[in-house]
Structure formats: C-alpha cells, structure tokens
C-alpha cells in the first residue's frame, strides 16, 4: 500500500504544531438550568467565537456508527471517529446485527461455551452491565443470549449484574432488575431449568475499572462474582431497596456489592472449575481488566484464590493487539489506516496527552483500537496519573497538568500535531452534580485560554471541539415540555448520562484567512482526521471524510 501523503492543492498547512482538543463531555445543550455549559463563564470559548471558525458537529446515532439516532454517542466511539477519519458500525450494532442473523449463535464460540456446562453440569454464567444505555451494553442482548440458552437446553445459568446510574438515570435499576428477574422467572418455571441473578454493584465499585486506575475495582467484582464473598440477600431487589435506605441519595453505579444466597446462607452462583463465562458489555475499556483475571496465567494484581478452570469469552474482542479476551463471540469492528498511522508513516512527529481516566481515549481508540505506538520514535504519549478523589469533590481534576506538559512539549518545536482531551465535563457530569460541573466545565475554558497564545506564538493551529454531551444536559427533561422532572417529592431529577446534543467545533488558525466548508455544520466527527490533515498541508486519503475547512 502506498501511505505517501501528498501536499495540499491550495494550502501549504500552518507553520506550527496543529493542535486536537476533545473538551470530553462539553455539548451544545438547549441554555437553561440544566445546562452546565451555559451556566459556566466560558471567556475564552466565548472570544473563540470571534477569532476562529465556529459550528456544531454530529457526535452521537448513525454519525458516530451505533444503531440509531436515539442512542447517545460515548467517548469510545468518539474517538474512534476522531481518529479514523470514516465512521465504522461500532459494538451496538455489530451485537445486535449478529443477534439478529443468527451468525452469534453458529459461531464455534457459543457452541463451545454450551458444551462445556452440558457436559460438566456447571452453570452458564453472563456478567454485564444491566441497562439500555446502549454505551457498554444493552439488555436486549443479554436477553437474547438468556433465550438462546433456554431454546438450545442449557439447564442451569446465573447472571452477575453490574448496575448502571450512569448512562441511564441514576436510580433506573430496579426497572432493569424486575424485567430481568421476570424473564428469568419464566424461563425458571420449566422443566429441568435452574436461572437466577447470583451477584451484582454498582458499576464504579466493582469489576468495571478501566486503564488500569483502580484495580482493587476488579479484586471485588472477582470476590462477588466469582467467590460469592459478598454481603448476601435474598434477591437483587431485596439488596438494591436496602443498600439504598441505608444510604440514602446513593446512585446506583455506587451501589455496594452483593450477592444472592440461598436460605441456608450459601451463595447460589459461585462461579466453579468447568463453568462458561460470558462478559456481555461490547465496549472494551471497562472490560479488559475483568478479563485478564478469567484468562492471565501470571497476574500480579490480586490474589485470585484460585482461578476457576472456565472457558471464558468476551461478547467481543476488546483489545486486538493484546488479544484480550482470546474468545469473543462478534469480532469488533476493523479500524484500518487511521490517522496516527498515517502521520507516522509520513514521518510526523505526533504527542498525545490525557490524564489516566482518558489516556485510553487518545492513544488506543483514537488509534483504531490499537495498543502501542506505530513508530517509538515519533509518537509521545504522556499519561497525567489521575487520583481516586470523588469528580464532583475536585472537578478542576487534572487539567491544569496536562496543560503544563502539552505547553512544555509544544515548546521544544518536535511535535507537528498533538491531541489531548480535558475529561472534566464527561467525569464530572456523570457525578450529577450540576454546580461541579458548572465549574469543571470553567476550568476547560480556563486551560483553553493558556494554550492560545501559545498556539499564536508557535504559528500553529487548534481545532477544539468534544466527543459526545454530557454536562450540556444535567436534569432529566421531559421530551414533550422540554421541563425538568421532578420525583415524589418535588425534587428534580438529575441526568448522569451522555446527551444527544450536538458538540461544539472551534477551528483557530491566527493569520490564515480560512473557511468553513459547505458541509461543516452538523458534520460527523469523522472529518476531524481530514482537517487536521489539511491544517498540516496534507491532503487526506480519499476515502476519508471530507476537511471541514473550504478548498
């Protein structure tokens, strides 16, 4: 294959360091009270509206390869777009279309994983996120693999639920519980079929850390789910409404662990030697790490006391190049030839920079799900370590840091494009705390307005915009009224998901009269790749999507 890029036909790139910030989480919302952005003093943004090239792009539904223009976008597949440069049908929907088909079902996986516990009597055990968000998972899929076992004779299976809070409203749980527990009944009542719930937390306590920031996270999804040491109650419904009085206010992804137990005490679904295990969640950052405790031979993080002896696979494959998990039931989507690769192809030095609870997003997704560098000696990536303080308690987080390192490094004159992501708005705003996230949404703008200059200075360039809404919306509105709603006691409901809304697009280029493209509002993320290129005075390959600024 050929990886030369040619020059631009009509513009020679500018002089200096072309610059891609993702303001994670920072929407275009509807400017009232539930509006975090609006509500925050934004200065810089604010005067970037007068100085650069300002619209809104697409970040969620079709634009951003998920089903359909009612699910909300995430930062995986943001930056998957960002990166790649063309829009892949991403885990929704590659899930749902090999549901549908059958071809989940016929693969040498599935029927692997049922011979093992018809053969051994062990139980077929799924864990997931237990939820619609349609972000790391959908119930829709869980319940087709829940039927599938019941139609192909599986006997016995456990589901270990992980509950969500977060990409759904923040205390839906019991929603999800009864329709899972209602299936689970029907299903239970016939002949010779033993299903039932075995474990379950919240999302943010166990089993579902990500880039490695807290691994005892894991160590108590494995001791709920695997070993059964948990606090024991008699249904999930019975250990969601007591967790709850308990403390009162508390979200379900902060729900503690529990698992069921049987009216002797004992657990009923310890996963056991010559079990299956399935991990439904698609999306792959929160759930690396569960699998590498199922499937690592050596594994220094915790003590797994032992490791059961159960095929084990993933609803996908969530790292390819570490090949984690080794069995997946759909394969993922090929990101090919993204732009990382390209400018390193080309001999172009590249930085990226986050802090841990994003670093992920801006090497491995914005690399096509690709771990590693293309070229060690061109790519710098710098990880800003993150703490385990509450977002909502320090929602100025870690920016002021990746600030100071993207300055210093822009300074040495090595890189010609960089990429950071500020995830104050995304983080925060899942806390739904809308005053936290008024001010984390202040403290983007405030590191905004220490890298213009710097961007003026060096000749360069900044295309400034975000990967999905989330702190653009923190009520829960009615879609009819458009009005916050409130619950029995008149209190509103807050909104701890992603949005729907558009994201903002902020192209600063001081002493290039440039313009924007025809197609440029409301365009997918996709053409970020494009226009970064044409900033750099490269033409993109043909079939990316089109630069965002004027030929």
């Not at 590498?292 to 084990?312: G, I, K, M, W």
């Not at 009005?483 to 903002?504: E, F, M, W």
């Not at 365009?523 to 999507?545: K, M, N």
Request: hydrophobic content about 40%; proline content about 5%.
């Amino acid at each position: 294959m050929n990886w030369k890029l040619k020059p631009h036909a009509s513009f020679p790139g500018v002089e200096g360091p072309v610059v891609a910030c993702v303001m994670d989480g920072v929407g275009i919302g509807q400017q009232d009270e539930s509006d975090a952005v609006w509500l925050a003093r934004t200065p810089h943004l604010d005067s970037l509206r007068d100085i650069a090239l300002t619209t809104q792009l697409s970040a969620h539904g079709k634009a951003v390869g998920l089903p359909s223009d009612g699910d909300m976008g995430n930062s995986e597949v943001g930056h998957n777009a960002l990166g790649a440069g063309r829009t892949f049908d991403q885990g929704a929907k590659l899930v749902a279309q090999a549901i549908a088909s059958g071809s989940l079902f016929e693969g040498e996986i599935w029927k692997a994983l049922g011979q093992r516990v018809r053969t051994s009597g062990e139980a077929m055990h799924f864990i997931g996120l237990l939820s619609d968000g349609n972000v790391h998972s959908h119930i829709d899929h869980l319940f087709a693999l829940l039927r599938r076992c019941d139609h192909e004779e599986i006997e016995k299976v456990r589901v270990h639920i992980l509950l969500d809070g977060r990409d759904v409203a923040e205390t839906s749980a019991l929603d999800y519980v009864d329709s899972l527990e209602n299936l689970l009944a029907e299903i239970h009542r016939k002949q010779n079929r033993d299903y039932r719930i075995a474990s379950g937390g919240g999302r943010m306590v166990i089993t579902m850390d990500r880039y490695q920031a807290e691994w005892a996270m894991v160590e108590r999804g494995w001791k709920t789910h695997v070993l059964g040491e948990a606090r024991g109650f008699t249904s999930a419904r019975n250990a969601i409404e007591t967790l709850r009085d308990e403390e009162p206010g508390l979200s379900d992804q902060w729900l503690p662990p529990f698992v069921i137990v049987e009216g002797s005490g004992a657990p009923v679904g310890p996963i056991r030697d010559h079990a299956s295990v399935v991990f439904c969640n698609f999306r792959g950052d929160r759930a690396i790490e569960i699998s590498q405790a199922f499937e690592d031979e050596h594994f220094p993080h915790f003590d797994r006391s032992p490791r059961p002896d159960v095929l084990y696979a993933g609803i996908m494959q969530y790292d390819g190049d570490l090949q984690v998990p080794q069995r997946f039931l759909v394969a993922p989507p090929v990101i090919d030839r993204t732009l990382g690769e390209h400018l390193a192809r080309n001999r172009v030095a590249q930085l990226a920079i986050s802090e841990t609870q994003k670093f992920g997003h801006v090497t491995f997704f914005w690399n096509g799900n690709r771990s590693g560098r293309f070229d060690e000696g061109l790519e710098n990536y710098i990880e800003i370590p993150g703490d385990n303080r509450p977002f909502e308690e320090h929602p100025e987080m870690k920016a002021s840091e990746i600030t100071d390192a993207l300055i210093a490094e822009l300074q040495t004159g090595r890189y010609r494009h960089a990429r950071i992501n500020y995830a104050n708005g995304d983080m925060v705003g899942h806390t739904g705390h809308r005053d936290a996230s008024v001010t984390a949404v202040e403290t983007v703008d405030r590191e905004i307005g220490r890298i213009l200059p710097v961007i003026k200075q060096l000749r360069g360039a900044l295309l400034l915009t975000a990967d999905h809404g989330n702190a653009d919306c923190m009520f829960d509105l009615d879609p009819e009224t458009g009005k916050p709603r409130r619950d029995g006691a008149g209190k509103v409901v807050v909104k701890t998901s992603h949005t729907l809304n558009p994201v903002p697009l902020y192209v600063y280029a001081p002493g290039h009269p440039l313009l924007l493209a025809p197609h440029a509002s409301g365009a997918p993320l996709a053409h970020i790749s494009a226009t970064v290129l044409h900033l750099l005075g490269l033409r993109a390959p043909e079939d990316y999507a089109a630069s965002l600024i004027a030929e």
